[in-house]
Antibody
C-alpha cells in the first residue's frame, strides 16, 4: 500500500526558502503515469493546490505561486520535494503531498498526513 | 482560473438526515469534479471522483451528480462519522482549484 510522508522544518523565517520533502513508500514515484502534488491549507481555511511533478519529470505550477515554487523529484530516494522562496506569513499553512494511485482519473486518492509550517522571525 | 463555489458554507443536520451540498464551476468542466471529506486535524479523503464515481471503500450513502456546471454531493442518511468539512475540486484544467468548503455540523 502506497503511503506518503511529509518532512521538513516547521519554522521558517520571512524571506527565506521553505523546503519540504515527501517520501513515498510502497510504490515507486518513477513508474506509471502518476503525478505527485503539493497542496496547502492555512489554518481554518480552504485548500490550495501548489503544483505537481509528473513521472516524466515535467512540472506544472499554480500561477499564483509559480515565480516562487520549484518541485523536484529524487527517484533514488523515492522522494519529491517542494521549495518555496521568499516566504511571508501568508505562506504559513499545513502542507500536504498527494497523488492518485488506485484510480485513472485525476483526483487525489492518497495524501500524506500533512506538516505544519510557520513563517515567523 | 476556474472558480469553484460551494454552498452552503455550513449546515446543521441530524443523524439520519439527507444532506445535499452543491458546487458550481465558473465554466464548463465536463465531469472533472471530485469530492473530499476532511475531519479536523486530518488530511482530506477522496469520496467521489469524476462527478459520480464512488471511490472503493466509501459508503454507498455518498453519491455525486452533475448538471451542466452544477455538481451535487448527497449523503442519503447522515451518520455520526460524517460530520466534517466537504470540498469539491475541479481537475479539468490547471491550476487545479477547490471549493471553499461546506462544514456539516450536528444539529
Amino acid at each position: 500500500q502506497v503511503q506518503l510522508q511529509e518532512s521538513g522544518p516547521g519554522l521558517v523565517k520571512p524571506s527565506q526558502t521553505l523546503s519540504l520533502t515527501c517520501t513515498v513508500s510502497g510504490g515507486s514515484i518513477s513508474t506509471g503515469s502518476y503525478s505527485w502534488s503539493w497542496i496547502r491549507q492555512p489554518a481554518g481555511k480552504g485548500l490550495e493546490w501548489i503544483g505537481r511533478i509528473y513521472t516524466s519529470g515535467s512540472t506544472n505550477y499554480n500561477p499564483s505561486l509559480k515565480s516562487r515554487v520549484t518541485i523536484s523529484a529524487d527517484t533514488s530516494k523515492n522522494q519529491f520535494s517542494l521549495r518555496l522562496s521568499s516566504v511571508t506569513a501568508a505562506d504559513t499553512a499545513v502542507y500536504y503531498c498527494a497523488s492518485r494511485i488506485t484510480i485513472f482519473e485525476d483526483a487525489f486518492d492518497i495524501w500524506g498526513q500533512g506538516t505544519m509550517v510557520t513563517v515567523s522571525s | 482560473d476556474i472558480q469553484m463555489t460551494q454552498s452552503p458554507s455550513s449546515l446543521s443536520a441530524s443523524v439520519g438526515d439527507r444532506v445535499t451540498i452543491t458546487c458550481r464551476a465558473s465554466q464548463s468542466i465536463s465531469s472533472y469534479l471530485n469530492w473530499y471529506q476532511q475531519k479536523p486535524g486530518k488530511a482530506p479523503k477522496l469520496l467521489i471522483y469524476a462527478a459520480s464515481s464512488l471511490l472503493s471503500g466509501v459508503p454507498s450513502r455518498f453519491s455525486g451528480s452533475a448538471s451542466g456546471t452544477d455538481f451535487t454531493l448527497t449523503i442519503s442518511s447522515l451518520q455520526p462519522e460524517d460530520f466534517a468539512t466537504y470540498y469539491c475540486q475541479q481537475s479539468y484544467s490547471s491550476p487545479l482549484t477547490f471549493g471553499g468548503g461546506t462544514k456539516v455540523e450536528i444539529k
